[in-house]
């Protein structure tokens, strides 16, 4: 009867983990053979009997009957005498089959029994999360702010599952509070210790590719496909797509009528810009796609040998001169996506140069190369284009201090009076 009333103290488990029966049962038999172990030395002569349906157990040990006097194993052997206590027609060489009480296994046993059941039930559910969001990893996914950190936010799914947004895996923009839906990928999935850490990410451009299948009926369906994304979360993105099928355009298909259907996907990112445009396996083409809204003149592919950073290669992109600060983009945002996107380091350079003129990289010596780049991040890369520039509009547009900015000026005006 005390293991019928054990067994039933823990039915709990099974209605508030994911459990079944069964399972129970299993775990049950493996936590009982293990005190089993410590008491008797060894289980391999017992005999555990679960009825899954009436949640019942049994012990059994069972021993061979020999002489008063000659039993070398307690455990394993039984005495004739002590055998007919319990049947008195018993023989010496026969089996006897005795059930063994919890009470037998003494109150600490018990108690220590009963420590090791609850872990291994909750083993085993932390295991069964584990793997049911290994597999969920990449996938787009949705749970409820339960409480909010201030490095991440702690959300919980129907399934009472925590799961947490960590701040560098939020867009900027981001703000939520308690009871709020969240959606993001599941970006890695970890156990540690016996316990499943699972992590959402809203910055990774799988959560926008992942957007894209679910808003854009055409992806969803595998008549478009997302070739390639690039992010600067909660900024701005460049999103290659293709069609198997001619008919369809698909960029006009992920826009929709005056962006209709990329509209919701911008307001989920917190109104990133959304570059959509053409995959193309013809790799000039492409860069000039990605490099849009700017207009390239004409380019120079350098291919690697051995990919560097990332990167295949380099090409250097000729462009207008009106054309250059749209290239780059506002804080060199548009000239990064696009790099990140077609996998080349990308270099500009503008066109008709003049004679007179020199580019800022001739100056390297004298200027430190990051104050160069801050420069090149606002479509100025040669001498003449910084002079031209007031010290007002460059404090204002890069982080430069103004005595770095007319200390650089100096420096140039000096090449040119030379």
């Not at 850490?197 to 894209?212: G, V």
């Not at 009528?257 to 509209?263: A, F, L």
Request: with cysteine; glycine share 6%.
């Amino acid at each position: 009867m005390e293991n019928i009333a054990l067994i039933d103290s823990f039915s709990e488990f099974k209605d508030n983990k994911s459990i079944d029966r069964v399972t129970l049962m299993s775990i049950l038999e493996e936590v009982f053979r293990a005190a089993l172990k410590r008491k008797f030395g060894s289980d391999d002569n017992f005999d555990i009997i679960i009825n899954p349906d009436k949640g019942d157990l049994e012990i059994w040990r069972n021993r061979i009957v020999v002489a008063d006097g000659f039993s070398e194993d307690d455990n394993e052997e039984i005495e004739l005498a002590e055998a007919r206590l319990i049947e008195p027609d018993f023989e010496i060489g026969e089996d006897v089959s005795e059930e063994v009480k919890l009470i037998d296994l003494g109150r600490r046993a018990i108690l220590a029994l009963r420590q090791n059941l609850i872990s291994k039930i909750y083993e085993h559910d932390s295991t069964n999360i584990f793997k049911q969001f290994k597999d969920l990893e990449g996938d787009l996914y949705s749970a409820e702010v339960h409480h909010i950190r201030h490095n991440a936010i702690i959300l919980l799914d129907d399934e009472g599952n925590e799961i947490v947004l960590p701040k560098s895996e939020q867009i900027r923009s981001d703000f939520f509070r308690k009871g709020d839906n969240v959606r993001g990928v599941i970006k890695t999935v970890e156990l540690r210790g016996n316990k499943p850490a699972i992590i959402l990410s809203r910055t990774s451009p799988a959560f926008l590719t992942k957007l894209f299948e679910q808003e854009i009926p055409e992806v969803f369906d595998g008549l478009i496909t997302v070739e390639g994304v690039a992010r600067i979360p909660g900024e701005k993105a460049k999103v290659a797509v293709d069609s198997y099928d001619d008919r369809i355009d698909p960029v006009g298909a992920c826009v929709g009528v005056k962006g209709s259907r990329i509209h919701g996907i911008v307001r989920e990112l917190g109104n990133e810009n959304i570059d959509v445009i053409n995959y193309t396996k013809n790799e000039q083409l492409f860069i000039s796609r990605a490099l849009s809204p700017a207009k390239v003149t004409s380019m120079e592919i350098e291919m690697y040998e051995e990919e560097k950073n990332g990167k295949k290669g380099r090409v250097s992109v000729l462009l207008k001169p009106e054309e250059v600060s749209k290239a780059i983009g506002r804080g060199g945002v548009n000239i990064r996506l696009a790099s990140e996107l077609t996998g080349y380091e990308i270099d500009v350079k503008r066109e008709g140069l003049e004679e007179e003129d020199v580019e800022l990289t001739e100056f390297i010596d004298e200027i430190e190369d990051w104050v160069i780049t801050e420069f090149k991040k606002i479509g100025l890369d040669t001498a003449r284009s910084v002079l031209e520039t007031s010290v007002e509009e460059l404090v204002k547009r890069t982080d430069l201090e103004e005595e770095t900015i007319l200390d650089v000026q100096r420096i140039l005006k000096e090449e040119f009076e030379d």
